[in-house]
């Protein structure tokens, strides 16, 4: 496998997952738990950081192990390492946090068939060094944390008239129930990208003006 490395550094790395391919908004990835879990905004941010978790570890050890496993077995060794973290993760929010363990239910363990992990596992881990791979696996996994983290506290406060638990809309108001529903998420992601692609537009618009003025 060729080793791209030389053209890449920690922080431009860490900033592709974070903001240029962020995994939610530009990539489209890991759709079932964005719509699936996003209905608090702690649900959120608990998917976000366990995925986090699973992709910086199973990144780092996949990018120590590429010159040693074999390339026909690959796909059934990352699953492995993939699943061995997202075991570790599910027993730890099991004996620690089992309230929301219980929330998230089996999205924690539907980790392991996560298209972000996966992919980054077989397109980047796979062919640069340790270095690179941890900031790869923590600028996708928190580029995903706050996508749906913000998605999350739009559906709650629309929702249930709260934010991270605590009642923001006063009293009179009437929350949506279909922002509790998956096609509330469905709208709350399309809207959002609109805003995020239109302000992506003006800010290359603007510099393609500051170049033209330079």
């Known amino acids: 496998m060729a080793d791209t490395s030389k053209k890449l550094t920690f922080w431009g790395t860490f900033m592709n997952g974070l903001v240029t ?35 910086v570890f199973s990144n780092l ?22 699943a061995s973290f997202v075991t570790m993760i599910d027993l730890m929010m099991q004996a620690y946090l089992p309230d ?12 392991v068939v996560n298209c972000i992990i996966f992919a980054r596992a077989e397109s980047f881990a796979a062919k640069n060094p340790p270095a690179l791979s941890v900031a790869d ?16 506290m739009v559906r709650e406060l629309f929702g249930s008239g709260s934010v991270f638990g605590y009642t923001v809309m006063p009293a009179s108001y009437q929350p949506m129930a279909i ?6 998420g469905f709208i709350t992601l399309g809207l959002m990208m609109i805003v995020i692609n239109a302000i992506k537009k003006m800010a290359a618009g603007r510099g393609r003006r500051e170049e033209g003025l330079a």
């Open 21 to 55: 391919e962020n995994p939610t908004f530009t990539l489209m990835l890991g759709m079932c738990p964005t719509l699936g879990v996003t209905t608090a905004a702690m649900n959120g941010v608990s998917m976000g950081l366990a995925t986090t978790f699973v992709l």
């Open 61 to 82: 050890f996949i990018s120590l192990l590429r010159n040693i496993i074999p390339d026909k077995v690959r796909i059934p060794s990352y699953i492995v390492i993939i």
């Open 100 to 111: 929301l363990r219980a929330v998230l239910g089996t999205y924690i363990q539907l980790i």
């Open 137 to 152: 696996g923590l600028g996708m996994g928190l580029g995903f944390t706050i996508s749906i983290t913000l998605l999350s």
């Open 179 to 184: 922002m509790n529903m998956v096609p509330g």
